[in-house]
């Protein structure tokens, strides 16, 4: 706890849960979002290059599992400007012993939490109300060419998705990902 931001850590290691302070007063509320020195004391010692924003219009839009390789593999910190979504990692770090295991968190913009995913994992959501917005920080830049995905349905993995009755949105290249035991070597 730095004061400003506690962390939750799982039984995988690396993954956190953060959430901030927040500083009510009569206006509202202030909050640090992010702050190196602070994150650092929890674990959090990335430095992030680039921040993403996506809006999901329709709940049960589904992005994942995606990662991208050395020498440009991602850290992410992942938060919830608008409407909710189910967060899920995946260690597809080789020597790993949790190796094929999964962390699946809810995140809201109501609730403020953030989920620290380090590199080494597979990360998607499925969000969860329409018109959900996402935000996250990233410690290296977008690369193409070392984009990568992992099948969000890999009957190996049994990811907790929700069970909704209209199905996923999907993007196409979402619907192709090999699933984990036929991914060349990732980490
Ligand atoms: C990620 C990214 C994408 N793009 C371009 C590439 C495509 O033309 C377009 C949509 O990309 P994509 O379909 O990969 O977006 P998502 O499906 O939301 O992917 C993301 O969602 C999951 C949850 C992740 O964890 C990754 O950060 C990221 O892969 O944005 C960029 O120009 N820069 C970027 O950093």
């Known amino acids: 706890m730095s004061g400003n931001v506690s962390a939750w850590s ?7 849960l953060l959430k901030s302070r ?3 007063d009569h206006r509202g509320y202030l909050m ?3 702050s190196g020195p602070h994150f650092a004391t929890v674990g ?8 993403n924003q996506s ?3 329709q709940a049960g839009t589904l992005r994942g599992m995606h990662f991208q390789l050395s020498p440009r593999a991602q850290a992410k910190l992942v938060r919830v400007l608008q409407g909710a979504i189910l967060d899920v990692v ?3 770090r080789r020597a790993s012993p949790s190796f094929g295991q999964h962390i699946a968190c809810r995140l809201s913009a109501g609730g403020g939490e953030q989920f620290y995913v380090p590199a080494g994992f597979a ?3 499925v969000t969860l109300e329409p018109d959900t917005i996402v935000a996250y920080k990233v410690s290296d830049v977008y690369a193409p ?6 099948a969000w349905d890999d009957p190996d993995l049994a990811l907790p998705w929700p069970d909704l009755p209209g199905g996923f949105v999907l993007s196409e290249k979402d619907r192709r990902h090999p699933r984990l035991r036929d991914l060349p070597d990732a980490f």
């Open 10 to 16: 799982f039984l995988i290691d690396g993954p956190l």
């Open 55 to 57: 809006l999901s219009v």
């Open 32 to 34: 640090e979002t992010y």
């Open 22 to 24: 927040r500083f009510r």
């Open 145 to 150: 060419d070392l984009d990568r995905g992992l």
């Open 123 to 125: 990360h998607g959501f």
């Open 90 to 92: 995946v260690d597809i």
């Open 44 to 51: 959090v010692h990335d430095v992030f290059v680039q921040d």
